[in-house]
């Protein structure tokens, strides 16, 4: 039997490609530095776009099965007073957009990776790259590997990046804190609209509240700047509360949301602007183009980038190193002016330098 393709990282990106090149024929396998108990994502938003590259891999059902649809984007003053401003959230896109924890897309797409007998080491980390001949050695914390080709989807914190681009910026704060929560209560002036994408004006930078059907009304903010770094944030409920103050609409969800419910952390992007592949190694996901939760497409991004990653490789000859440069420069003009126009617009949205 070949040599499986590696994937370093089994998050949304590195799943999501492993079905993919499964799919395709490719025989691969994911090496995982963590075990699979939830991690402790919050909640994600797929686009029509990240909806589509599911079917596409195989993931649909699935993925539908874990999701809630969202419907409008709706503004509402700070008591929950409709603004007249309300627009399809998708931009009418037809595919709609679906929101779900990170567990819940990562849960879906681990169990169709194993459905279909795609091997995932789990607590198994990539810990240097290099070449060797026509192929190249990956080095992990439970020994070397080789392939014909690895595909980076370590996340924002790569090791694989550094391999492709020894000149790559470290990741960065964009100056914000973003908090996450759930509560049983409804926004006032909502009490109907499960799905409804419903931006609150409140004392935050942004708060966005959204009713849902099954699990009470799932909430996001962002407030600046970041709290000192090595500065433990014990109470990040108690840290919002000082930001909100205690009147509005938003006030009343945090206040009605139960402290260990609410989880907050300083998002980063990556304002790299260098190659996605060198060699035989090359990146997708938040390890090539992370950007700030500002504008929620991180997760779409990443399946878009497994499903066409999978088609350019489809009927490539890996051991043709020609072929295999072609493929992945194809992949590249694909996919890195939208993963780059994400992060330029979410860096705006959050105030931070436009790399
Ligand atoms: C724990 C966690 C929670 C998150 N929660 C949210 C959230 O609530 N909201 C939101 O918008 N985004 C969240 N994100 C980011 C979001 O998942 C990504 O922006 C997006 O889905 C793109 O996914 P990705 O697969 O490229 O990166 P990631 O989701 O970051 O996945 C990277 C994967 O690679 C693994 N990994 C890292 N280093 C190594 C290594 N050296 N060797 C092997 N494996 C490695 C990680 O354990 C992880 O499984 C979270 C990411 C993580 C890791």
Redesign the pocket.
Known sequence: MSEPVLV?????????TALGLHRAGIAVEI????DDTD???????VGGPGCRALRTLGAGPAFEAVSRPLTDLVVRDADGGDTGVRRPLSGGDPDGSRML??AE??GALRTETDRLGIVRHVR????GVGAAGSRVQVE?DRGPRTTPLLIG????????RGHVDPSCPPPREVGQR?F?GRTPLRPSGAETENGAFTVLASAAQAFVAIPTAQDGTWWFARTGPPRPAGAPDADPHATLTAALGPDGTAAALLAATAPRDV?AFDPRDLPYLGPWWRGRTVL????AH??S?AS?L??T??CEDAAALATTLQNTDLTDHAAVADALTHYQRLRRPPGLANVRASAERSGSPVP
Do not use: Q
């Not at 370093?8 to 999501?16: D, N, S």
């Not at 991690?39 to 938003?45: A, E, K, R, Y």
């Not at 198994?124 to 810990?127: E, F, G, I, K, P």
């Open positions: 370093a990282g089994g998050g949304v990106a590195g799943c999501a090496l995982e530095a963590r991690d402790g994502g919050w909640f994600l938003v924890t990170r897309l990562v198994t980390r990539v810990t992990t989807a370590d996340g924002i914190g790569s090791v694989v973003a996450y989880g997708a996901g938040d390890e992370a950007a939760p929620g991180g997760a991004l990443a």
